[in-house]
């Protein structure tokens, strides 16, 4: 079935959300198309039963480089949703359906109570509970889901999480950089083969809504039965990116990168400690290279900073440190003013 392009077809639009009996048959259903993120359409619906968010699924992600991925990849989003709902209820956004044909699905429309954490954080903005708090939920999510047989089936997206992260990440940064290469595909192929808990596999904080019940995790479309290091590390590099960015606040930047290790390590009892922290610590300076040399760069980073971000990263692969405090803390010396 060819692909609709949700924003261009309003027949299509009314279709689902009738189907769904979020609007009758003779209302208007018209798309706002939101803003945020590369590999999804998001539209704000207004109806008189109340406001959504549509999502649908892109072949072609949104950046510079070729990157197309399977649409089908939004089932899996649903079902890290719905899982996860029912693992830390209020920390994900409900599934209200989903169309098959379009690949899209609805949830609830979250308003003005909710705050983007990434705007957060650029503005200066950075609160140390609030990275607390969104590693108590990524490990609870995790803990709770450790060596699940019948998760492990549903989620064998394998290759979808190839496509989507780590070719474009690791294995892209490898092409760019072939000094290198040979430790960042072998931290691939680590990656691949580690099959432990419930990954969401995008945990940045412009997919992190924050609100009155604490913090919402958005775009799971990722979501693998993998290595929780990938998590782990995805979200920590942020903290490291803003400092950069932002080094009058690196201060607060590296407390809040300690605070939500603290607070993710607490969950941690499937496998040693000690044995996820050096699979995150190996596999972090790779994605921090990534965010200059990958097919998704930071686009905060100005040209000066990119040089030093690639500088520092690369520094860090070739001592390839076992530990996470030891990142942090040359980090803070290279940028933190």
Known sequence: MAYVDLSQDAAAL??????????????????????????????????ASGRYCLKQALPQLKVAKEWKVPVERVFHEIAWLQAVDRIAPG?????????????????????TEYRNWKADMLAG??????????GDVLGRIHAATADDAALAARFATDANFHAIRLEPYLVETARV?????????????????????????????????????????????????????????????????????????GAVLMDAYRAFHQAYFAHVGWEPPAALETRVATLLPGLTLARVDGKSPAEY????????VRAAAITLLQDAPTTLETIAARWAREFAA
């Open 14 to 47: 009314r279709r689902i959300f009738v189907a769904l009996g979020l609007a009758s048959a003779d209302e208007d259903v018209q798309a706002t198309a939101l803003t945020g993120g590369v590999s999804s359409g998001i539209y704000r619906v207004d109806l």
């Open 91 to 111: 920390h994900v956004p409900r599934v209200l359906g989903q169309d098959e044909a379009s690949k899209s699905f609805v949830m609830p429309f979250l308003g």
């Open 125 to 134: 903005n950075v609160d140390v509970a609030t990275a607390q708090a969104v």
């Open 177 to 249: 950089h072939p000094a290198l290469a040979a430790g960042l595909l072998a931290t691939v192929e680590r990656t691949a083969a580690t099959r432990r808990v419930l990954v969401h596999g995008d945990v940045s904080p412009k997919n992190i809504l924050l609100g009155p019940q604490g913090p919402v995790l958005l775009d799971a479309e990722c979501a693998w039965f993998g290595d929780p290091a990938f998590d782990i590390a995805f979200c920590l590099n942020h903290f490291l990116l803003k400092t950069a960015h932002l080094p009058q606040h």
């Open 301 to 308: 980073l100005g040209a000066p900073q990119r040089d030093a």
